[in-house]
């Protein structure tokens, strides 16, 4: 079974736009265009599928970074 990992960061009303950015450039190694992109889906969906892993560990270490850094991340099977 060929199974994936989903790091999805959530909207929390909290952080701002450029953290949000930031943090998506910092931890998961996007361009500021592609940061821009899927901080606009936080921010007008909700949340974002940002990182995809094969292990379960790997999607659980960036969830981690993430929540260290003051944003809602989770980690989902798909």
Do not use: K
């Not at 599928?49 to 260290?68: H, I, N, S, T």
Request: charged residues 20%; aromatic residues 8%; neutral net charge.
């Amino acid at each position: 079974m060929n199974t994936t990992w989903r790091v999805v960061i959530l909207d929390d009303h909290v952080n701002s736009y450029a953290v949000v950015v930031y943090l998506l450039q910092t931890l998961c190694g996007m361009t500021l265009e592609h940061a821009v992109r899927f901080a606009n889906d936080v921010h007008h969906r909700g949340s974002a599928d940002v990182a995809v892993f094969p292990a379960q560990e790997e999607a659980e270490r960036l969830v981690v970074a993430f929540q260290r850094r003051g944003l809602h991340a989770t980690a989902r099977r798909g």
